[in-house]
Every structure is written in C-alpha cells, then in structure tokens.
C-alpha cells in the first residue's frame, strides 16, 4: 500500500507563513498526481492545489498568488508553501496521492491522515 503522511501544521497569525510536507511511503511503484485538499468544520472537502509527476499545477481560485505546490519526485514527497495566510484558509489539510503499489499494480487515490492548520486574526 501507499500512504501518505503530512507535517508542518500549527497554528499562525493571519498574513503568516507555513510549509506543509508530505511524503509517501510503501510498496510505491509509481505516482502520478499528488496535491492537497482541505476541510473546514461543517464544509465539505475541497481542492487547494495539485501536481503532475511531471510538474503540472493546479490551483483552487482562492489560493492562487497565495500558495506554492511542490514536489520532489525521487522522495515521492510533496510540499505547499502558504503564504499571506488568512483566517478562513483554518481547515485540516489532507494529502492526497494518486498511487499504483506493487503489491497489485492498481492505481488508486491514497490519502493521509491530515494536519490542522489554524490561523487567528
């Protein structure tokens, strides 16, 4: 199986910075998108941004200019620079991979158990 583990969440003033990582782990045979979603009390799950293995990016509207995608291929790891933090991005932010393992050769979305991102006012 593949899984997906994040870090780098806390809790932040609005206008501030943090980096969110996450790093898949397993019997990985290949990763084709990895990305980030994001969950706020009584809201329902929703995109912030992805990335190709080839580097291609998407953003949801309300993070664009704000937040980075990233990812390093050989570590099959992803990071999300959010910059300029604002108090409605306070949400638990999952990682989310699009994975084939070896152990049968499915692709399949995989995802991880999330990290709290809190911003104050």
């Given amino acids: 199986q593949v899984q997906p583990v994040e870090s780098g969440g806390g809790l932040v003033q609005a206008?501030?910075?943090l980096r969110l990582s996450c790093a898949a782990s397993g019997t990985i045979f290949n990763i084709n998108v990895m990305g980030w979603y994001r969950q706020a009390p009584g809201k329902q799950r929703e995109l912030v941004a992805t990335?190709?293995?080839g580097g291609s990016t998407n953003y949801a509207d309300?993070?664009?200019?704000?937040f980075t995608i990233s990812r390093?291929?050989?570590?099959n790891t992803v990071y999300l620079q959010m910059n300029s933090l604002k108090?409605?991005?306070?949400?638990?932010y999952y990682c989310y991979c699009d994975g084939v393992s070896y152990t049968n050769y499915v692709r399949r979305d995989y995802w991880?158990?999330?990290?709290?991102?809190?911003?104050?006012?």
């Fill in 51 to 53: 990335i190709t293995r």
């Fill in 87 to 92: 108090p409605d991005y306070t949400a638990r």
């Fill in 112 to 121: 991880g158990q999330g990290t709290q991102v809190t911003v104050s006012s």
């Fill in 15 to 17: 206008g501030g910075s």
């Fill in 72 to 75: 390093n291929n050989a570590k």
């Fill in 62 to 66: 309300s993070v664009k200019g704000r």
